[in-house]
């Protein structure tokens, strides 16, 4: 499946207090009853790269069929270490790898 997505952006938080690595992007869906979330995905490879997996879930109710832009977050709490990417996978293919991981001390 193709799934069209924009405006990627990781941020590694390690402010005291709140700390915390964030992504963020938007996805495009065939309707505003799809839900996309992301989740640490089950296999990481062996680079320094954060794996994550974009699921796509459906909301219970009647909706217009229309094409929807919906935000997606992840964040994933604590301090850590150096993340030189992160990877995004939809249905096991890669849709984009964030390089430019922001980070804030």
């Known amino acids: ?10 941020r590694n938080d390690k402010m005291p207090g709140n ?7 938007t996805v495009t869906v065939a309707h505003p009853g799809i839900q996309p979330v992301l989740r640490v995905r089950a296999v990481q ?10 699921n796509l879930q459906q909301i ?3 909706v217009l069929q229309v094409v929807t832009d919906k935000p997606v977050r992840f964040e994933l709490p604590g301090v850590h270490g ?5 990877d995004i996978f939809h249905e ?3 849709i ?9 001390h």
């Open 92 to 94: 096991g293919e890669l």
């Open 19 to 25: 700390s915390a690595l964030r992504v963020f992007g």
């Open 1 to 10: 499946m193709y799934i069209q997505s924009k405006d990627w952006t990781a």
């Open 60 to 62: 219970e109710g009647s």
């Open 45 to 54: 490879d062996k680079s320094f790269a954060l794996a994550l997996e974009l």
């Open 96 to 104: 984009t790898r964030i390089t430019d991981v922001i980070v804030t």
């Open 82 to 86: 150096f993340i030189p990417a992160v």
